[in-house]
């Protein structure tokens, strides 16, 4: 859970997982969107990736991201049991 918490910590992975809760995403993509270099985008994507909080899917040369709807359902629900919500 630490992980996790530490990861959605960063505005900057906030708005990364907020544009993948529609649809799976490139990094390219991901750039598009924000002011963030590349290398920033993957750097982040890295964390949330090790945070399990999202996916990978390869489609020949380009990986595309999802947000992992049942680890942030996980991370709600634990949340509202820890702090009895």
Known sequence: MDKILKALADPVRLDLLKALCCE????????????????????????????ALVDTAKEGTRVYYSLRKSCIKGVCCGLREEFKL
């Open 24 to 51: 799976p995403l490139t990094v390219g993509d991901l750039v598009k969107r924000s002011r963030l270099s590349q290398p920033a985008i993957s750097h982040h994507l890295r964390i949330l990736k090790e945070a």
